[in-house]
């Protein structure tokens, strides 16, 4: 993805680099980061445009012919199972470039532009072309532009850029063990949201990189500890029993790995790579089952044929777009994607096993209850951070130790702003 050849030489990038160049470390980002529509277009193109970012997981299109569509930036893509292979594509006709697919998620037989009825097997290629002269004209030629797809344990990353970062091999290598004992493949869509956030996609990033903020959340304070990103060192008295219950809790779930060989222990990498990620298998509290308002499980049919529904949740953290809930009895993914330097899309799924019957074996509002109030408490939060930014009596202020993954989610983004601006300005 480019920006016009015609703005390029009027971009701003020297604005930018010297914005980055100033950053201070250990505080919020400068306001330009957050509305500058310059640094938006920079974002879109540096950085959405040259990462692995998290668009959906294979439950979403378990069929040949399944399909969703993503927009990042000016670019659609069409992510759609062909046979038993997930590809990308850019939503983009190679006849005179109408765009194919309109709606966010269906199925297809073949891709068929809607404007002179090109069409594309969900291999890419192109099969017919009406009126063109088959002596000279080569359907080789004119298959779908291709985008790199990457299937980590049944998470589909795409990267725009022709050079994805090579990283990615590592990183899936270290994720899969954990993530594959949930067997996505075998998982479908029990719920899906998307909701737009009145706030620039790294204030949503941000806002989930921190539990400093949790007492805003009731709902998930069922579930999740309330200690998460915090070394007992930085514990305030009112946190020390819920750190007492983690311990233990903690403890028992390291053992039940053990037993079943499920790894638990914290990877995290969160802006010592370019493909930067954190994994851990963590305790929930209460029943310690799922993310509910209970903490039992929300359906009776278990993921990945899991003897127990008591495992935690396994977290995941990637930048610069999502992170993921994993338990026993169901998954919740995030994804987050840039809609305007103001405006961010964050669509969330909920994952049940395919055979789980609705109404049968889970409840989609209790299955959702918990992330559909978090994600709208977030929502506000989000909201009040940009009103906030967009003051000019805003400057950064210092973060806290228990912020330490905010910090590290900064620290990535200017990093790798900084790298490719370097290949641009
Ligand atoms: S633009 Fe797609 S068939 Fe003409
Ligand atoms: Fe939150």
Redesign the pocket.
């Known amino acids: 993805m480019t920006t016009c050849s015609r703005l390029r030489d009027t971009f701003p990038w020297a604005d930018i680099k010297q914005l980055v160049d100033q950053r201070k470390a250990g505080y919020s980002l400068d306001a330009d980061f957050y509305v500058n529509p310059a640094v938006f277009e920079a974002d879109v193109e540096l950085v959405f445009g040259r990462h692995w970012i998290f668009v959906a997981s294979e439950g979403e299109i378990p069929e040949p012919g399944d399909f969703v569509t993503v927009d990042v930036g000016r670019a659609s893509v069409i992510v759609v199972r062909d046979d038993d292979e997930v590809r990308a594509f850019h939503n983009v ?1 190679r ?4 765009r ?1 697919l309109d709606h966010a998620r269906g199925e297809v037989g073949n891709l068929v ?1 809607p ?4 069409t594309y097997a969900t291999s890419g290629e192109l099969i017919y072309a009406e009126s063109q002269d088959p002596a000279t004209f080569d359907l080789n030629q004119f298959g779908l532009k291709k985008v790199n797809l990457r299937n980590v344990a049944g998470l589909l990353f795409i990267c725009l850029s022709d050079q994805a970062p090579e990283d990615m091999d590592d990183v899936a290598a270290t994720i899969e063990p954990y993530l594959a004992p949930h067997q996505l493949r075998r998982s479908k869509v029990a719920a899906q949201t998307d909701i737009i956030e009145n706030g620039n996609w790294k204030l949503v990033m941000e806002n989930n990189r921190e539990c400093y903020h949790c007492g805003g959340h009731q709902e998930l304070l069922n579930s999740l500890f309330p200690v998460y990103g915090y070394a007992e060192e930085d514990l305030s008295p009112r946190l020390k029993p819920a750190f007492d219950r983690y311990v233990k809790a903690q403890a028992d779930l390291r053992q039940q790995c053990s037993v079943l060989g499920m790894p638990y222990v914290a990877v995290e990498e969160l802006d010592t790579r370019v493909t930067a990620f954190r994994i851990e298998r963590d305790p929930l509290d209460n029943a310690g089952e799922s993310i509910t308002m209970d903490g039992r499980a929300a359906s009776r049919r278990l993921m990945g044929g899991f003897p127990t529904a008591k495992l935690g949740r396994l977290g995941i953290h990637m930048q610069p777009n999502s992170w993921f809930h994993f338990m026993g009895d169901h998954a919740v993914t995030f994804s987050v994607l840039p809609v305007a330097p103001d405006r961010t899309m964050l669509r969330t799924t909920w994952l049940v096993d395919r055979d789980a019957v609705e109404g049968q074996d889970y409840d989609v509002e209790k299955l959702k209850r918990v992330w559909e109030a978090t994600n709208d408490q977030d929502r506000a939060f989000v909201q009040r951070a940009q009103l906030g930014v967009e003051s000019p009596a805003y400057e950064p202020g210092p973060y806290s130790a228990p912020e330490y993954q905010v910090e590290a989610f900064c620290n990535w983004y200017v990093s790798r702003l900084a790298a490719n601006l370097d290949t641009v300005a």
């Open positions: 006709c006849h005179r470039g109408s194919i532009c404007y002179h009825s090109w």
